[in-house]
């Protein structure tokens, strides 16, 4: 059974925003390397639309290295898209999910293959709350954002297990947890 990760950067407030964090080389390097070692990544449409910048540097890459070779994997990377408000897609990687999240990750982990990411905000509170999330990857940038969506917001309580710890030289911390308690609202 494949595992679901949910992967995604936030600020040491726990704000997450995409435009908010420090990315440098490094990172870059590190968001290429499992983004290789996937199957698929599933955005909401905020976070879809955001990432399709990475096609611009596809056409035209930018010279840096980290930030060209991450923007060719992502590219090639099967995308799912939840959204209610867009009809298509049109990045060739990328489709809209079929079936509503839950059914569509209870089919994805069923089938044989490498891990599936979870990259958006929305789509981690969702499957937070059905207990789907196998491990969660938090890249905490060393700065207060201030304002803005805090990760976990309207969540029952949930305590996890530290497995892992990377520190990046900008002072960025990756956080790789399990969760060990299952939520109070999953069946209801």
């Known amino acids: 059974m494949r595992k679901v990760i949910a992967t995604i950067n936030t600020t040491l407030d726990g704000v997450c925003d995409h435009t908010a964090g420090i990315p440098d080389d490094e990172i870059h390097q590190h968001y290429t390397d499992l983004l290789r070692h996937a199957d698929a990544i599933l955005f909401g449409r905020v976070t879809y639309q955001l990432m399709e910048f990475w096609r611009t540097l596809v056409e035209k890459p930018s010279g840096e290295k980290s930030m060209d070779d991450f923007a060719a994997v992502i590219d090639n990377i099967p995308k799912i898209v939840f959204s209610r408000t867009l009809e298509s897609v049109d990045w060739k990687s990328a489709r ?67 497995n892992k710890t990377k520190i990046f030289g900008n002072g960025a911390v990756m956080l790789y947890y399990e969760p060990t308690t299952k939520s109070a609202t999953k069946g209801q």
Do not use: W
Request: with cysteine; hydrophobic share 45%.
């Open 96 to 162: 809209l999910a079929d079936q509503n999240i839950e059914k569509e990750i209870l089919k994805l982990k069923q089938q044989t293959g490498k891990d599936i990411l979870i990259g958006s905000r929305s789509l981690i509170l969702q499957l937070m709350k059905l207990d789907l999330i196998d491990q969660y990857q938090l890249c905490i940038h060393p700065m207060v954002a201030g304002g803005g969506l805090p990760l976990f917001e309207d969540i029952d309580r949930t305590v996890f297990k530290l």
